[in-house]
């Protein structure tokens, strides 16, 4: 029986990882990733495992090439959007975060982070009411998640509810779920 293409990548996959085990970031196991995926683009452990790789190497640039590669063949990884999302906005490239999250969002609706970092962005971009929608969208995804809660809260406050803001603020706080960090900046708010 002849070999698919999908049995050629999964053996250049397996050959990758057998690679990673022996020699860890070693360039040979990123050539392999490489060919499985020009073998099939849309074979999602190897992209997984060379996206984990490219992230923690710390090389930004490729790691956007291979999330975008992989989206424009899977549109549907709404985690590839979001990684995405976020090395741009950690790269200071907010119009470009907000652009990913914006053509990705159809596939997103029941992804309560992902409606909280589209959130995050907007409110970074000073487009307050389109924040206060995002985070509305992931507390009623997610109600027991204190982030969603505290970046509604802010949301809120910076459109000028403060009533509203208020009662999102308390709410943060008591689902229990807030890092010190955000508890912190949720009272510092309630305060002022």
Excluded at 124 to 142: H, I, M, S, T
Aim: hydrophobic share 45%; glycine share 8%.
């Amino acid at each position: 029986m002849p070999e698919t293409p999908h049995d050629r990548a999964m053996a250049e996959l397996a050959v990758a990882e057998q690679l990673q085990e022996q020699a860890g970031m070693d360039a040979d196991v990123d050539a392999h990733l490489r060919t499985a995926l020009q073998i099939e683009p849309t074979c999602v452990p190897a992209r997984q495992l060379l996206l984990r790789r490219l992230a923690k190497a710390q090389r930004w640039d490729e790691l956007v090439d291979a999330l975008q590669q992989g989206l424009a063949v899977s549109p549907g990884q709404v985690s590839w959007a979001l990684s995405l999302a976020r090395v741009q906005y950690e790269q200071g490239k907010l119009g470009s975060a907000d652009g990913t999250l914006a053509q990705y969002q159809s596939f997103a609706d029941s992804s309560a982070e992902f409606a909280d970092f589209a959130g995050h962005v907007k409110l970074k971009l000073g487009q307050n009411a389109q924040a206060v929608a995002q985070f509305q969208r992931a507390v009623r995804l997610e109600p027991h998640d204190g982030r969603g809660w505290l970046g509604l809260g802010l949301a809120l406050e910076a459109a000028g509810h403060r009533a509203e803001s208020q009662e999102a603020l308390q709410r943060s706080l008591a689902v229990g779920t807030l890092s010190r960090d955000l508890a912190d900046l949720a009272i510092r708010h309630l305060q002022h």
